[in-house]
């Protein structure tokens, strides 16, 4: 279902030409999961990625940010990019103060080079637990780096699948600041909503106060396809139950995605289905990611 790029020879996942959609979401909205590829002649991916995307740069970002008719992008470092946040970096650069974003950092970061990202935008980092993207980090090393990052006021994200959450949960309490998780722990989705494994998860949103989620991602956590039916209930439980601490994102250029390319214009119409009133739309898509992204 992929193409290659001939420049970088990497995937192409990323849908052509996307609806415009029905969906009109609220002034000032925020796609709050995105990420820039490259273009690597000028940013070259990280010798030790997992994987090989093709170009996917900021100018075709901001593009698709208008077509969709949201105001503002969170761009999270992809892991193909490693530690080298600069393609990020230059991304908020050239968003005139419309894009924010999420690094990943070595934990002896020097002091002055954080200054210098929170001054291009950048108020979180990511810890990455996904096995086949990237090696393991040790988890004392991670709380290092969030406790570095305190100062900055910035959050952390966390990214892990379903069957790594018990095993997870006391270093997730041990965090210091706001925790995001990304794509609602990439619950199975042919489990049911009220069952054991995706009320664990629940449950700990419930326990913490300081965890948020992104409901995101029903093109990666659908098994029906599109247009993802399969995935609203879980979506929408937490959009009802945790409405402040919800965030939402295209997740463009969809790194990894294989058994099809995503609309994007489909994944925004997908957001009245898991946020049905135009209160959960505002939280979701404007209230949240502004309280966490641009309170400053
Ligand atoms: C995502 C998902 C993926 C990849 C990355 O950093 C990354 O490379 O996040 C994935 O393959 O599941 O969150 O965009």
Redesign the pocket.
């Known amino acids: 279902m992929t193409d290659t790029d001939p420049v970088t020879g990497g995937e192409v996942t990323w849908h052509p030409n996307p609806k415009k959609p029905d969906f009109v979401p609220p002034a000032g909205a925020v796609d709050a999961?995105c990420?820039v590829f490259g273009p690597a002649g000028e940013f070259p991916f990280a010798p030790e990625r997992k994987y090989t995307p093709g170009d996917a740069g900021k100018d075709q970002l901001f593009a698709l940010r208008d077509h969709l008719g949201f105001a503002r992008n969170v761009i999270?470092q992809?892991?193909?990019h490693g530690k080298d946040n600069s393609a990020m970096v230059d991304a908020l650069h050239a968003s005139d103060g419309l894009a924010r974003g999420v690094a990943v950092v070595a934990h002896d970061i020097d002091d002055d080079a954080l200054d210098a990202m929170h001054a291009a935008g950048v108020r979180g980092v990511r810890f990455?637990f996904?096995k086949r993207?990237v090696d393991a980090t040790p988890r004392e090393v991670f709380m290092r780096t969030a406790d570095r990052v305190q100062r900055l006021g910035w959050h952390i994200v966390v990214?892990f699948e379903a069957p790594d959450l018990a095993d997870l949960k006391p270093f997730l309490k041990q965090l210091p600041g706001i925790v995001v998780v990304?794509?609602m722990g990439r619950p199975d989705v042919t489990k049911p909503v009220d069952g054991s494994d995706f009320q664990a998860f629940a449950g700990l949103m419930a326990e913490m106060p300081n965890l948020w989620t992104k409901v995101s991602?029903p093109e990666?956590l659908t098994v029906a396809g599109p247009p993802y039916d399969d995935v609203v209930p879980f979506q929408r439980y937490l959009v009802e139950q945790f409405s402040d601490r919800v965030l939402w994102g295209t997740?463009w250029p969809h790194?990894?995605m294989k058994s099809h390319k995503p609309d994007d214009g489909l994944l925004t119409d997908h957001i009245a289905r898991i946020a049905p009133t135009p209160a959960l739309q505002q939280a979701l898509l404007v209230d949240n990611p502004m309280r966490l992204y641009w309170a400053d």
């Open positions: 999961h990420h999270v992809a892991s193909c990455n996904v993207l990214y990304d794509h991602c990666r997740d790194p990894n």
